[in-house]
Every structure is written in C-alpha cells, then in structure tokens.
T-cell receptor, first 115, second 111 residues
C-alpha cells in the first residue's frame, strides 16, 4: 500500500499565481486533513474533511480552499499565492469519521515557495 | 486553546544512552496523545498513541507515559542508536478534529 501520497513534492510560485496540491490515500480512511509546517512553529491545521462530502476550517484557513473529491482524494487550492504561504504542506488521513481519536497517517509533504 | 510544549528543543547524546523527551499540555481534557518521528525533509511517522484512559504504551525500545492530571507525557528511548536521530513531535487530540502539535525535540545520537 502506498498510504498517503502528495503531489507535487516541490513547487515554486510567483505571488498571485494559483495552484492545487493533490492528496490521495488508499487506506479507506474517512477523515483527511491539510496541515502546514513553518520553522519554529508546530504543525497547524488548515482544513479537514471528517467524511466524504464534508469539509471544515481549521486554525489557519485564510487564503486556501479545499475539495474532498471522493473518499480517497482531498485537494488544497491556493487561489492567489502570497509569500506568507511559503511552507511545507502535509496531508494526513485517519480511519474514523469522528473526532481526533485515531492516529493520523501523514504524507511526505509538499515544499512550496512563493516568491 | 490547547498549548503543547516540548522540552528540550534539541538534544545530543552519545550512542547507547537512555534518554527522556518531555511534552506538557495545558488542557487535561484530552482524547489521546501521540508521539511522531520526523526525519529531515520527510513526513511524520506515528510512533505511539496513548488513549486518555491509558498510562503508558510501549513499542520496542520506546516507552511513552501519560499523566493527564499534571498535563505531562514523556517518551523514553532506551539504548539510543544513531538511527534514532530525528525530530520527535508530541501531539494532543482534544474534542476537535485537529491534533495540537508541539514544536518538537531535535535529537542527535552520535556514534
């Protein structure tokens, strides 16, 4: 099993450009998450999807949108990238559709630089 | 808001030593606490998950304890090896969907 996969691994954008980060999991998990990790800070939740067809905001949602395309896929879109969005983005999934009672399985990350 | 603190921020030990990493949290109403490992440039790997009703979990040379009343958890690594070098992250699960992460302890085990 591949687990959680993310594409692309690296991306450089210019301010104002848009892009979509892709995430897929093959573990039949109900919940999926997008986090960002910045130097000197812990991981922070951007958006999550407790189950297929639902999405909700996390701690730092401004400037992002998400789509839970199906049970496997959860994408993160930056409509107009800003330098403050330079970060490492992690997608994660967990088995249950409930609250944070399960372990979460993380993808390898996407390293995004916005110039 | 749950605040998670990890001490020390960095640690260097010679191979073979036993060591303890510390995690503290401000809100004791937790569902669980998890320890993750992160290698440079890589994603997170779950090491141990302790449910709120448990006191400790063990996996190989790793032992994690949880004291909810005092808001503390420790990760004990026995007989450390150079391959244990990584950043160790503590994450607390509360009533929401997100995990609340500490900033991590960067561990270097020297041969």
């Amino acid at each position: 099993n591949a687990g959680v996969t993310q594409t692309p691994k690296f991306q450089v954008l210019k301010t104002g450009q848009s892009m979509t980060l892709q995430c897929a999991q093959d573990m039949n998990h109900n919940s999926m998450y997008w986090y960002r990790q910045d130097p000197g800070m812990g991981l922070r939740l951007i958006y999550y999807s407790a189950s297929e067809g639902t999405t909700d905001k996390g701690e730092v949602p401004n400037g992002y949108n998400v789509s839970r395309l199906n049970k496997r896929e959860f994408s993160l879109r930056l409509e107009s990238a800003a330098p403050s969005q330079t970060s490492v983005y992690f997608c994660a999934s967990s088995p249950s559709g409930g609250r944070s009672i399960d372990t979460q399985y993380f993808g390898p990350g996407t390293r995004l630089t916005v110039l | 808001k749950q605040e998670v603190t990890q001490i020390p921020a960095a640690l260097s030990v010679p191979e073979g030593e036993n060591l303890v990493l510390n995690c503290s949290f401000t809100d004791s109403a937790i569902y669980n606490l998890q320890w993750f490992r992160q290698d440079p440039g890589k994603g997170l790997t779950s090491l141990l998950l302790i449910q709120s009703s448990q006191r400790e979990q063990t996996s190989g040379r790793l032992n994690a304890s949880l004291d909810k009343s005092s808001g503390r958890s420790t990760l004990y690594i026995a007989a450390s090896q150079p391959g244990d070098s990584a950043t160790y992250l503590c994450a607390v699960g509360n009533s929401g969907y997100a995990l609340n992460f500490g900033k991590g302890t960067s561990l270097l085990v020297t041969p």
